[in-house]
């Protein structure tokens, strides 16, 4: 099975789309009526983690999420909610999110600041299809991530606005160990272009964005016969070859599953990232990232279910691998 690289830019994008993300929480002012949402929002997530029952006015649902690597040893999380835009009076939300610790004690003084992992609040507008993408930045662990949306204050005497808060368990993993071979989330995608370099605060609202590349992720995992498989992924801890660039392998081996089990399919050639593949300036020691990705059509694929076996191998350290597993459909 012949394949290419993702897109052509990829080459040229390796280096800006592989540093390590950084994204940090709102810091702007607040005009008087998002001050308003911020404090209704906090005030009902607060009764929630008390044990109040959770207004649910809003359909909101979490429809995914990927981990990559963050700065400061952090992990970064970009995450997909849908959330119903016909039962807003208008497109304009505040979006409240929370990450807190499984294992953190609340003060029993309620006086008493508190400080979060992360603590977040946006006004994003929501699309027809309802879908938007937000992050997190935090240490590895197991969170509570609290979901608060509220539906914008427009300074209106009288006004009521519909609000709804839910919780997310997330187990974040650990991805700033160094000398450990380990990927962030397999992103299949359903498209990949370029794009400006953003500012943090910009990142925020375009988590899928990564240096001059954003990544539009498939929320379904479903391809047409007539279109393609995209996916990418970042690789960590790769060992340094020669000129700091890294000699590493990645086979692609795709699994179709049917009624009486699962039977090998087919597989892509190898893809080396190396010295002969990478560009010039590529340098490990400046904090560039390898980063796999593949783009394969899929007018050979019958319809059906599959299961894609990626293998990373770290020839520089001497042959430790690791194996990555992603889900997909074929369609018609």
């Not at 949402?37 to 909101?60: E, S």
């Not at 498939?218 to 340094?240: C, D, Q, R």
């Amino acid at each position: 099975m012949a394949y290419r690289r993702c897109v052509r830019m990829l080459a040229a994008l390796v280096i800006a789309a592989g540093a390590p993300l950084f994204l940090s929480a709102q810091d702007s002012k607040l005009n008087k009526q998002e001050q308003q949402d911020v404090n209704t929002l906090v005030k009902l997530v607060d009764g929630i983690q008390g044990g109040a029952a959770a207004p649910a006015q809003i359909p909101v649902t979490w429809l995914q999420h990927h981990f990559l690597k963050a700065q400061d040893g952090k992990t970064f999380t970009a995450f997909t909610l849908k959330v119903d835009p016909a039962a807003l009076a208008a497109p304009g939300v505040a979006l409240y999110v929370r990450a807190v610790p499984k294992d953190m004690v609340m003060p029993e003084d309620k006086k008493e600041a508190v400080e979060y992992p992360w603590d977040d609040i946006q006004f994003p507008e929501i699309g027809p299809d309802g879908r938007v993408a937000r992050a997190l930045a935090v240490n590895a662990g197991q969170y509570d991530v609290y979901i608060g949306v509220k539906e914008k204050s427009t300074g209106k005497r009288g006004e009521v606005n519909k609000t709804t808060v839910f919780k997310q368990e997330l187990s974040v993993p650990e991805l700033s160990a160094t000398g450990t071979l380990k990927t962030s989330s397999v992103i299949l995608a359903a498209g990949i272009e370029q794009s400006p370099m953003l500012t943090p605060a910009q990142q925020r609202a375009q988590p899928y964005t990564f240096g001059g590349m954003k990544v539009t992720p498939s929320i379904e995992g479903s391809f047409s016969k007539a279109g393609e498989l995209n996916l990418i992924f970042w690789i960590y801890g790769v060992a340094p070859g020669a000129g700091q660039k890294p000699d590493v392998e990645v086979e692609y081996n795709f699994h179709q599953k049917l009624a009486d089990g699962e039977k090998y399919f087919n597989r892509t050639a190898p893809q080396p990232l190396n010295a002969q593949t990478l560009p010039p300036e590529f340098d490990l020691s400046v904090g560039h990232l390898a980063m796999g990705s593949l783009s394969v059509p899929l007018a050979s694929f019958p319809e059906g279910e599959y299961r894609l076996e990626i293998k990373i191998t770290d020839k520089a350290a001497g042959g430790a691998s690791i194996t990555e597993n992603v889900a997909f459909t074929v369609t018609a």
